[in-house]
């Protein structure tokens, strides 16, 4: 992880501003941070000490069940925030956040604003409607889960997943998510190499044809 100084956190602060989002300065004591694919933004069960709120990049959130196994539940994009729940909640199990791109973040530490934040109208009504548009999310990944075919629900998965037009995710982690067969997967992958829309290159997969994938994924975004 790294923390930008000087010019080039002012320049993120600048370009990206948040102020609007609050009653009060934030800037002073706010952070930038990026992340490398793959580095962990929080570890399960380390709560953050701050609130990031994401700039560029996207990240994924994992969970260890009692049993051990280890669960992708969702994503992270721009504009989305991580500690929230940690932010409203003094006693809350935090999740694993893993960088899938390079990701960069303001971080709000809690310890400067955290009381600030519990009583800033502007930022709670913000807050608000970010929790409801997440959640009305998850419901819909639930029911897309019976209503649309594979084909869909993997060419969003890959979109949301892919680093630069390479696909790299392990299908066991797939499958878990998408509630599919490991020999179902493999069809509609090598369904979509057949088409042209992905490329197998050693054990990842490059996209050809990314417009062919937003066509099938846009179906989950209209319904």
Request: aromatic content about 14%; charged content about 25%; proline content about 2%.
């Amino acid at each position: 992880m790294e923390i930008y100084k000087k010019e080039k956190r002012q320049y993120f602060l600048e370009r990206f501003s948040i102020s609007h989002l609050f009653s009060f300065p934030i800037e002073e004591f706010m952070e930038v941070h990026e992340y490398k694919r793959d580095e962990w933004i929080i570890r399960e069960g380390m709560r953050p000490d701050f609130l990031f709120y994401v700039i560029e990049g996207k990240a994924k959130i994992y969970v260890t069940h009692h049993n051990g196994k280890v669960s992708l539940i969702n994503f992270i994009n721009a504009q989305d925030y991580i500690g929230e729940m940690e932010l409203l909640n003094e006693v809350y199990y935090t999740k694993g956040i893993q960088a899938s791109t390079q990701t960069i973040c303001f971080a709000i530490p809690f310890h400067h604003y955290r009381t600030q934040m519990l009583e800033d109208v502007i930022f709670l009504r913000e807050l608000t409607e970010f929790l409801s548009i997440k959640a009305t999310q998850m419901a819909a990944k639930y029911s897309q889960s019976l209503a649309f075919q594979l084909e869909n629900r993997l060419a969003d998965f890959i979109l949301q997943t892919a680093d630069e037009e390479v696909y790299k995710e392990k299908h066991v982690t797939v499958c878990d998510f998408l509630g599919v067969s490991y020999r179902h997967l493999l069809h509609v992958i090598a369904q979509f190499c057949d088409k042209g829309y992905l490329k197998k290159e050693g054990h990842h997969y490059r996209i050809q044809q990314p417009h062919k994938l937003n066509e099938l994924s846009e179906m989950l975004r209209n319904e």
